[in-house]
T-cell receptor, first 115, second 114 residues
Framework: DAGITQSPRHKVTETGTPVTLRCHQTENHRYMYWYRQDPGHGLRLIHYSYGVKDTDKGEVSDGYSVSRSKTEDFLLTLESATSSQTSVYFC??????????????FGPGTRLTVL | AQSVTQLDSHVSVSEGTPVLLRCNYSSSYSPSLFWYVQHPNKGLQLLLKYTSAATLVKGINGFEAEFKKSETSFHLTKPSAHMSDAAEYFCVVSDPAGTYKYIFGTGTRLKVLA
């Protein structure tokens, strides 16, 4: 299995509080991604990173920010959590080099509940 | 722009019968295509991937998928379903020369009946 960990694995928080989720990899892969998974929507991209300090928005980035100060860590922050951000969050990594077939590897997920 | 459509949100089959999960894609480039499986309360695991080396791709656990450019399809099949195949399956497209993004279908939940 690819070396990807997410912390925490479960979190319950209250509306309006800040929350930070951490993704840590030991594969030295360049690209890292944060997704959220909700019933009927599959996985939707929140933010991704293509290198240290290089990040970009995905399709559902409102209310989220990210940071990547080291190759191995990609942090997702909810500045002020809302109930609509209750979801399962997955981190993924890939080592794309412009060639076909570079798959993503996924972390185990973080289940976040915002009350 | 790229997109993926999984034509069935739910599929039910009996154990021992064939499985067909359908996926159509849209891409301006020669795409990379993937199928992932997610068992309940688990992460996503790669089943197989299309790399242009062969149109019929074999994956783990007896699954296969055939890339048909003329039909823009990448359907997932398995000759004989097993109870352990019950899971959610995602078709994914990416553009290897573009924006580093992977586009997910909305998923097909496979139910296997005893």
């Amino acid at each position: 299995d690819a070396g990807i960990t997410q912390s925490p694995r479960h979190k319950v928080t209250e509306t309006g509080t800040p929350v930070t989720l951490r993704c840590h990899q030991t594969e030295n892969h360049r690209y890292m991604y944060w997704y959220r998974q909700d019933p009927g929507h599959g996985l939707r991209l929140i933010h991704y990173s293509y290198g240290v300090k290089d990040t970009d928005k995905g399709e559902v980035s409102d209310g989220y920010s990210v940071s990547r100060s080291k190759t191995e860590d990609f942090l997702l922050t909810l500045e002020s959590a809302t109930s609509s951000q209750t979801s399962v969050y997955f981190c993924a990594i890939s080592d794309r080099t412009g060639t076909l077939g570079n798959e993503q590897f996924f972390g185990p997920g973080t289940r976040l509940t915002v009350l | 722009a790229q997109s993926v459509t999984q034509l069935d949100s739910h599929v039910s089959v009996s154990e021992g019968t064939p499985v067909l999960l359908r996926c159509n894609y849209s891409s301006s480039y020669s795409p990379s295509l993937f199928w992932y499986v997610q068992h309940p309360n688990k992460g996503l695991q790669l089943l197989l991937k299309y790399t242009s080396a062969a149109t019929l791709v074999k994956g783990i656990n007896g699954f296969e998928a055939e890339f048909k450019k003329s039909e823009t399809s990448f359907h997932l099949t398995k000759p004989s379903a097993h109870m352990s195949d019950a899971a959610e399956y995602f078709c994914v497209v990416s553009d290897p020369a573009g924006t580093y993004k992977y586009i997910f279908g909305t998923g097909t939940r496979l139910k296997v009946l005893a």
